[in-house]
């Protein structure tokens, strides 16, 4: 599983600070320590930055190369002058890029994407337009009649195409989960070759309790992996998570809870029902993994409390 290090981000006090101050400290620990922990790509979320963004961007990229070397960097804004003095910088120095994000609508398609051509960079493209279909197959339709198809006529190869078609939190809109489960499986049966995938992993558990966001991350995460998700944003420094992806590249059964998530994986890649039988209910481990399965397929109703029911 490719992990995209989604840890620097412009929501982070400590982020904003960094920025503020213009103090690379708190920057270059997370990108040393996302590295150490196994992150692929590292993101550089600076939000719109309209103001100073060329600047913000250029100056991120520059502190993290200093760290931790050539490592693939995401360049993760609204602000295109931004995105093009990063992917500059990028080429500069040797860095691979990845734009996050464009999407079907063509103010923002239209811009992104052929910088992505120019530049040879990767590109996260989100099945969406000014909103988010409700359904798997709104999604793909937008990935098949607008984003590949923009991505072909500027001769864009399809390993370099990221569709993401947007996890949404189970608190409200957990209806959302099996169309993301459904678009993922069909986007890697429309084309050949197929274009990559991936998603924001830790969108489905905003405003869960923090105790059970990482069950939430890496039980949907194995889905995901069950429909050939190539790659997340997501949090490396999650040890359980790790741990479930390691369980899954391995097949490794040695313990009931890799027995669990295992069967989990195998059922939702035979597009199969996951039942009770499958795991031990009588350990809280296995019995949660049960649970927070039957929230993510939408089969009951999401609470704070629902591993306690």
Not at 115 to 140: C, F, S, W
Request: aromatic share 6%.
């Amino acid at each position: 599983m490719y992990i995209i290090g989604e840890n620097i981000q412009i929501l982070s006090a400590k982020v904003k600070a960094a920025i503020a101050d213009h103090d690379a400290t708190y920057l270059r620990e997370s990108a040393r320590k996302q590295v150490a922990y196994g992150a692929d790509t590292i993101d550089l979320n600076i939000g719109p930055r309209k103001r100073d963004g060329v600047e913000v961007m250029q100056w991120m990229i520059e502190e993290v190369y200093d760290e931790v070397g050539p490592v693939p960097l995401s360049l993760d804004t609204t602000n295109a002058a931004a995105i093009e003095a990063g992917l500059k910088k990028c080429n500069e120095l040797g860095i691979l890029p990845m734009i996050n994000s464009t999407s079907a609508d063509p103010d923002r398609l239209n811009v992104t994407m052929p910088m992505a051509a120019e530049y040879g960079a990767r590109i996260i493209a989100l099945a969406m337009d000014k909103n988010i279909p409700a359904t798997a197959d709104g999604r793909v339709g937008l990935a098949m009649e607008i984003l590949i198809p923009k991505a072909e006529e500027l001769g864009m190869p399809m390993e370099n195409i990221y569709l993401d078609p947007l996890v949404l939190t189970v608190n409200g809109c957990q209806e959302h989960g099996p169309e993301t489960l459904n678009a993922i499986r069909s986007f890697k049966m429309l084309w050949d070759p197929p274009p990559m995938t991936t998603v924001g992993l830790s969108n489905i558990s905003n405003s869960v309790p923090h105790e059970n966001r990482s069950l939430l991350n890496r039980t949907f995460l194995v889905m995901l992996m069950a429909c050939e998700l190539d790659s997340a944003i997501a949090d490396p420094m999650d040890a359980a998570q790790n741990e479930v992806i390691r369980i899954v590249e391995e097949r490794d059964d040695s313990t009931g809870v890799g027995k669990a998530y295992l069967a989990l994986y195998d059922t939702v890649a035979a597009m199969e029902e996951f039942t009770p039988d499958m795991v031990d209910m009588s350990d809280p481990e296995q019995e949660a993994i049960y649970k927070t399965v039957r929230i993510l397929e939408n089969q009951v109703i999401y609470a704070h409390g629902y591993l306690t029911a």
